[in-house]
């Protein structure tokens, strides 16, 4: 609605209660006017009659052929008017000129009283279709449909009609989110339960075979399993608490080089048996704000990850660099780089790519991506045109 609109209906009724208004004060003063002028005519009169009664004849023929007279001021009241004695009124003394004041001001009323009409049934007209579009929008959403309420100006009721909007938006979002986390949960379930029955049916087959021939073997096996196990059960408290929110994490200044450097080195022995070097140049001063431990674990599980797809004799190369805006972290190895089909699910919980090692629980990459959106990050992964697989961190400047 533009400005002229807006404007239309309080000048439509300003100018509609300004008639009436005008119209009542012009009736009231023709009238007062029309009193004082017949009630000083009465005085005078009555005190010629008084002084000289012989001229009373006079003075009747005198009203009857000229009533128009100047209006003096107001004086006695009407009731003792002599002219009431004669038969007249006052509105036998109204000029013509007064006549056509009150039909003007009659005519004034009537048009304030149509233009005030007039306003308030096209406002309530309109008023009335709001409502129905209003109502006719949660009608449709209450069945299931969607649409969307387009403003028409900028009083209470647009208010209103936004304030709907975002409440219905807020729980069409709800519900989403609800039946996203309720998808999510059912994917989640099934997929531990898978996690879990592979361990369980291995030592349940290796008991068996135990007790028929005990060897070192199926203990070992038992052995594996059971560590397994304990690896699934910790990764999924973890995953649970980076998803309530409750993962205890500090916030403090952490050398980039120190992060990488810890993480290269609590894997070292890992990197040794797989016959891996981890390459990381120093690249002057870079830090995050963080919580080193977590943020370690994080880069650990990418590290672990190259380091699986690097054939022996390679190595996993590291750089970082800063600017103003944020600071990145990037993991390369020398493989044959993700699968087409893997890459968009590289970081789905328990999802095992083409190439995944056998013995992995799938949650690595999952946990890495939420430690790092955690502490205000982003982590991706692709491939490199030269050949091999890459992981770049994100960490912005709070």
């Given at each position: 609605m533009n400005v002229g609109k807006k404007m239309a209906v309080p000048a439509g009724i300003l100018l509609a209660v300004s008639?009436?208004?005008?119209?009542?004060?012009?009736?009231?003063?023709?009238?007062?006017?029309?009193?004082?002028?017949?009630?000083?005519?009465?005085e005078i009169y009555q005190e010629i009659i008084e002084s000289q009664p012989e001229a009373e004849q006079i003075i009747f023929s005198v009203l009857k052929n000229d009533l128009h007279r100047?209006?003096?001021?107001?004086?006695?009241?009407?009731?003792?008017?002599?002219?009431?004695a004669?038969?007249?009124?006052?509105?036998?003394?109204?000029?013509?000129?007064?006549?056509?004041?009150?039909?003007?001001?009659?005519?004034?009323?009537?048009?304030?009283?149509?233009?005030?009409?007039?306003?308030?049934?096209?406002?309530?007209?309109?008023?009335?279709?709001?409502?129905?579009?209003?109502?006719?929008?949660?009608?449709?959403?209450?069945?299931?449909?969607?649409?969307?309420?387009?403003?028409?100006?900028?009083?209470?009721?647009?208010?209103?009609?936004?304030?709907?909007?975002?409440?219905?938006t807020e729980l069409y979002q709800t519900r989403d989110a609800a039946l996203e986390a309720k998808k999510n949960?059912?994917?989640?379930?099934?997929?531990?339960?898978?996690?879990?029955?592979?361990?369980?049916?291995?030592?349940?087959?290796?008991?068996?075979m135990m007790q028929e021939t005990p060897s070192l073997h199926q203990m070992e096996q038992v052995r594996a399993q059971l560590l397994r196990l304990n690896a699934l059960e910790e990764a999924l408290l973890l995953l649970s608490r980076i998803d309530s929110g409750t993962l205890p994490l500090e916030c403090r200044e952490v050398d980039v080089f120190t992060l990488l450097e810890l993480a290269a080195g609590n894997l070292q022995?890992?990197?040794?048996?797989?016959?891996?070097?981890?390459d990381i140049p120093e690249n002057g001063s870079a830090s995050i704000r963080g919580d080193l431990e977590w943020t370690m674990e994080a880069v650990m599980n990418l590290l672990k990850n190259c380091m699986?797809?690097?054939?022996?004799?390679?190595?996993?190369?590291?750089?970082?660099?800063?600017?103003?805006?944020?600071?990145?972290?990037?993991?390369?190895?020398?493989?044959?780089?993700?699968?087409?089909?893997?890459?968009?699910?590289?970081?789905?919980?328990?999802?095992?790519?083409?190439?995944?090692?056998k013995d992995g629980i799938g949650v690595g990459l999952s946990l890495a991506k939420g430690i790092v959106e955690s502490q205000n990050?982003?982590?991706?992964?692709?491939?490199?045109?030269?050949?091999?697989?890459?992981?770049?961190?994100?960490?912005?400047?709070?």
């Amino acid at each position: 609605m533009n400005v002229g609109k807006k404007m239309a209906v309080p000048a439509g009724i300003l100018l509609a209660v300004s008639l009436l208004v005008t119209s009542l004060c012009t009736v009231f003063l023709i009238s007062y006017y029309d009193r004082a002028h017949f009630q000083m005519m009465g005085e005078i009169y009555q005190e010629i009659i008084e002084s000289q009664p012989e001229a009373e004849q006079i003075i009747f023929s005198v009203l009857k052929n000229d009533l128009h007279r100047s209006k003096p001021l107001m004086g006695a009241p009407a009731e003792e008017n002599i002219l009431y004695a004669y038969g007249y009124r006052q509105s036998d003394f109204q000029p013509a000129a007064s006549r056509m004041v009150a039909i003007f001001a009659a005519a004034g009323a009537l048009a304030g009283g149509m233009i005030f009409l007039l306003i308030f049934f096209s406002w309530h007209k309109k008023e009335i279709e709001r409502v129905k579009n209003l109502t006719e929008y949660l009608e449709k959403i209450n069945t299931g449909g969607s649409g969307v309420l387009m403003q028409t100006g900028e009083d209470e009721y647009v208010k209103l009609q936004d304030e709907i909007y975002k409440t219905v938006t807020e729980l069409y979002q709800t519900r989403d989110a609800a039946l996203e986390a309720k998808k999510n949960f059912a994917e989640n379930l099934y997929n531990i339960a898978h996690q879990l029955k592979t361990p369980i049916t291995s030592i349940s087959l290796s008991m068996q075979m135990m007790q028929e021939t005990p060897s070192l073997h199926q203990m070992e096996q038992v052995r594996a399993q059971l560590l397994r196990l304990n690896a699934l059960e910790e990764a999924l408290l973890l995953l649970s608490r980076i998803d309530s929110g409750t993962l205890p994490l500090e916030c403090r200044e952490v050398d980039v080089f120190t992060l990488l450097e810890l993480a290269a080195g609590n894997l070292q022995e890992l990197f040794r048996e797989a016959g891996v070097s981890v390459d990381i140049p120093e690249n002057g001063s870079a830090s995050i704000r963080g919580d080193l431990e977590w943020t370690m674990e994080a880069v650990m599980n990418l590290l672990k990850n190259c380091m699986e797809h690097t054939p022996p004799g390679g190595c996993v190369h590291c750089s970082y660099e800063q600017n103003p805006l944020y600071t990145q972290i990037k993991i390369q190895d020398e493989g044959v780089g993700f699968a087409k089909e893997d890459l968009p699910h590289i970081f789905e919980r328990f999802y095992r790519g083409r190439d995944a090692k056998k013995d992995g629980i799938g949650v690595g990459l999952s946990l890495a991506k939420g430690i790092v959106e955690s502490q205000n990050g982003t982590l991706s992964a692709g491939n490199r045109k030269e050949g091999g697989a890459y992981f770049e961190i994100h960490f912005y400047q709070a």
